[in-house]
């Protein structure tokens, strides 16, 4: 119940398992394209073009950076947690200018104070803005639509983090303007981790054509190149594509808006639950994630030893909170191959190991 690597479907696990084919053949490229359909179908676009490339979320974030941001941009980083910081971190390391705009633990951005930040920059200076959708380390979730609304109307170039949103919550690349959006195969794609998903809006090719910044195995234009030819330009994972194929046979047959409320409702009803139980939560319940709810522990009660109590005595793992938040929170996964079920479940051993602990 973590929120990433999340439970992997046993005819995905059996597709990834099998023999993999030639990376060359005709049999791939049309499990590719297959996959490249989906990714826009997933992402509600016709406008951008679609990448898979071999690493994790991470990677594909400092993709994001390196074929839009060149030495000396100005970059506002929207940051709400561990990886709002890591976008802005990759931005610095490739000599972006970054400034941020910072939420304390739990909360959003605030879409007035952004609107504030842009509209001071007269000159638009500011070429570069990234943000998180949903934050994995404390389960709150950017309004994504309102914000880059805002960001749209300054113009700068807007990169989107949605790793874990992507899959399970509502992202429309096209109708949101949305620049550059990067997810990871791990989260609500069903998979394990491994595959990094990139879109790559007109905006961004034209932000793209002036970038300095080097890249080679991350360069949009090669991939772009390739694509056009039904390939890749480097070795794919072909094992994990082929798995993506089964995934999303299985997410289109559940249907785009039916993923997205199921997850809506195993939320709620987490959510609920817990506060039933007396917890206090990190996140308002306006602005949680439909991914990953962070949770307090009782008082007197520590969160190493509730995690150990998941482990030992219901072999369920739960996730301890990050940086700052370590040992302060853990956290629940709800993303993904996660049914109702799971969520009574979580409930019933979450009151267990509590009156065990407290007694």
Request: glycine share 8%; with cysteine.
């Amino acid at each position: 119940m973590i929120p990433g690597p999340t439970p992997v479907p046993e005819t995905v696990l059996l597709e990834v398992a099998k023999h993999p084919i030639g990376h060359r053949s005709k049999e791939f490229s049309d499990i590719f394209i297959s996959c490249i359909n989906d990714l826009k179908w997933l992402g509600k676009t016709n406008d951008s073009d679609a990448f898979i490339f071999a690493s994790s979320g991470t990677g594909v974030m400092e993709a994001a950076i390196a074929n839009s941001v060149s030495p000396g941009d100005k970059v506002l980083s929207l940051v709400i947690g561990v990886f709002g910081k890591r976008f802005a971190q990759i931005a610095q390391t490739y000599g972006g200018q970054v400034e941020t705009i910072t939420a304390d633990s739990g909360k959003v951005i605030d879409p007035l104070m952004l609107e504030e930040k842009l509209s001071k920059d007269k000159n638009n200076e500011i070429k570069v803005v990234t943000i998180t959708h949903s934050e994995t380390s404390t389960g709150a979730a950017n309004d994504l639509k309102t914000l880059s609304g805002i960001v749209k109307k300054h113009g700068a170039l807007l990169l989107v983090d949605a790793v874990t949103s992507l899959g399970c919550m509502n992202v429309e690349i096209d109708n949101w303007g949305l620049d550059i959006v990067v997810s990871g195969s791990q989260k609500g794609f069903m998979l394990p981790p491994g595959l990094g998903f990139v879109y790559v809006s007109k905006k961004a090719w034209e932000y793209n054509k002036n970038c300095k910044s080097p890249r080679f195995y991350f360069d949009f234009v090669k991939s772009k190149k390739s694509l056009d030819e039904q390939t890749t330009p480097f070795t794919p994972n072909v094992s994990f594509i082929c798995g993506l194929k089964k995934a999303f046979e299985i997410m289109k047959k559940e249907g785009l808006e039916n993923i997205i409320s199921r997850h809506e409702r195993l939320k709620t009803n987490l959510r609920n639950g817990l506060k039933k139980l007396g917890l206090k939560l990190l996140t308002e319940d306006k602005n949680a994630s439909a991914a990953i709810t962070a949770i307090y522990p009782p008082d007197g009660v520590n969160v190493p030893d509730i995690r150990a109590a998941y482990k030992k005595d219901w072999d369920i793992t739960v996730a301890n909170g990050q940086d700052t938040l370590k040992d302060k929170i853990f956290r629940i996964g709800h993303l993904g191959f996660v049914s109702d079920r799971d969520i009574e479940m979580a409930l019933v051993v979450t009151e267990k190991v509590l009156k065990k602990l407290k007694s």
